[in-house]
């Protein structure tokens, strides 16, 4: 049995916990729960699961996994790429295109070319009927003031510089005082693989994930609620309003294989994903109004 190993069974067991009971809060099934307090990780599907079941059962327990990580690494398998392929395998879908879009690239400068014979014809034809109308002996010159109002133009020149003057100026200032849909992310701290964040200037706090391959990820707020606890799969995804909180954790286990949409917005990690491949972002909510 590892350090860590007796560190979590005697916390547990402090808290009149039993593995069965462990089981029920965590999901984790009862043998790989052993296997983590005997530090047994060969009985496990890989190394990248033993990492996220250790964080899990220090979050069960009330530990911080951040700081069991630090004290207990030696007792910690490391993370092997190799098992957990990072996105290539999403970038090699972007990067070769397929039969059908290489045919519509190929379609569109015969496009082109069409659309620019049409324009010359069409400017070829107006001036031949310009050039017509002015050699024509059956033209009305008499009819040419009709043209040339002196009056009424300076009427209609006069509303259209009111127009103007009014209404544009109306217009940016409603679209400046818009809030802004998607918000804007600054940072406030980084610690190791921990970040904090501000999110403002929005009224909305709306978060969609996905999983690209296989990772573990939870969140919570600062109350100790806890919203998401899982592994999520290949395609799996959850969304989720957090409007209504003031501060959200995420604690995502395998960064390269996890996508964080915030109110339709990509997000980008706060540190490298193939560096830091364990994050952990808190992010602080402030609505439009508050500071």
Request: glycine share 8%.
């Amino acid at each position: 049995m590892t350090e860590l190993g007796n560190k979590l069974k005697q916390t547990r067991e402090e808290k009149g916990l039993s593995l069965d009971d462990l089981q029920t809060i965590t999901k984790i099934q009862k043998r790989y729960l052993i296997g983590v307090e005997e530090g047994n990780y060969d009985i496990m599907p890989g190394q990248f699961y033993a990492r996220a079941f250790i964080r899990q059962y220090s979050e069960a327990v009330g530990l911080d996994p951040d700081v069991m990580f630090e004290e207990y690494a030696n007792d910690i398998p490391a993370n092997e790429k190799e098992e957990i392929p990072p996105l290539s395998r999403v970038k090699t879908k972007k990067q070769v295109p397929s039969s059908k879009n290489t045919k519509v690239w190929n379609f569109i400068p015969k496009v082109l070319l069409f659309l620019a014979l049409i324009a010359v014809i069409a400017i070829i034809y107006v001036i031949i009927q310009n050039v017509g109308l002015g050699n024509s002996p059956g033209s009305q010159p008499d009819k040419e003031p009709v043209l040339i109002d002196t009056g009424d133009t300076g009427n209609e020149d006069q509303d259209d510089q009111e127009g103007e003057s009014g209404q544009p100026d109306d217009t940016e200032e409603n679209s400046a005082n818009e809030p802004l849909s998607s918000g804007v992310l600054s940072e406030v701290s980084t610690s190791g693989s921990n970040a904090t964040l501000e999110l403002s200037e929005t009224d909305k706090f709306e978060v969609e994930l996905a999983s690209t391959g296989r990772t573990w990820v939870g969140i919570s707020n600062a109350a100790g609620e806890t919203f998401l606890s899982a592994e999520l799969a290949e395609g799996d995804t959850e969304s989720f309003d957090f409007t209504d909180e003031e501060e959200v954790v995420f604690n995502v286990g395998w960064v390269p294989d996890t996508q964080i949409t915030i109110n339709g917005e990509p997000f980008e990690f706060p540190f490298p994903v193939d560096q830091v491949t364990t994050q952990r972002i808190t992010i602080k909510f402030l609505p439009n109004g508050e500071q």
